[in-house]
């Protein structure tokens, strides 16, 4: 019996997932795309290549991601269009969050405090589920993130890159236009090449 059609071709397929997260009342929106490691070859993803899958995708590390300073320090890459922009307002934030008091917070921050702590986020570890994005930074472990800026665009955004996969987060417009200009194609060959590794090493056994 033949088998069914598909069924042959499923190590191949690979997969992402995007989403786009919009607040009406402060017109701010951002925009998510996540990479699970079964797309990339398995959580040893990390370790294959002689970059780091970050760098592989044209992204360039401009700061840290603050401890205990998620919420504030994406407000900053939220309404920043530039790196120049995101720098004086990563480091300015934390001076405009401590001038308001907590009741009247700039809706920068309510939204991205909503985006930090909302499982909201469609991430693979190991099923599809919402997660948010501050508990995906906590199981980080292994891995990388920063903020980043994408070379051809200069735009800035939080990159995560765990065993669990690949979280990539900015302003929903920012986002897009670094997908549109390059980003996207670039996940792409990521995706094919890391994939690819694992299915030849598994034809070798």
């Known amino acids: 019996m033949e088998h069914w059609h598909g069924f042959e071709t499923a190590r191949s397929i690979v997969q992402t997932h995007e989403t786009t997260i919009a607040d009406i ?12 490691a079964r797309s990339l070859g398995g959580s040893s993803y990390l370790f294959q290549g002689s970059e780091g899958p970050i760098e592989t995708l044209g992204l360039l590390p401009i700061a840290d991601v603050p401890f205990g300073g998620v919420a ?15 720098v004086r307002k990563f480091h300015q934030g ?13 809706e920068p921050f309510v939204f991205a405090e ?44 939080l990159a995560v890159s765990i065993p669990a996969g690949i979280v990539i987060c900015g302003s929903a417009p920012g986002m897009i236009r670094a997908l549109d200009s390059g980003l996207r194609q670039r996940l792409l060959e990521l995706v094919k090449s890391r994939s690819g590794e694992r299915q030849e090493g598994e034809g070798t056994l």
């Open 25 to 36: 009342g402060s017109d701010l929106s951002a925009h998510f795309i996540t990479v699970p």
């Open 72 to 86: 504030r320090s994406l407000a900053a890459c939220l309404v920043s269009d530039d790196v120049e922009t995101f």
């Open 94 to 106: 934390f001076e405009e969050e401590t001038s308001h008091s907590s009741v009247q917070l700039p």
């Open 114 to 157: 909503y985006l930090t702590f909302a499982r909201v986020v469609p991430f693979e570890q190991p099923s599809l589920s919402a997660d948010s994005l501050g508990n995906i930074l906590t199981a980080q472990g292994q891995g990388e993130a920063g903020y980043m800026y994408h070379e051809e665009t200069r735009t800035p955004v």
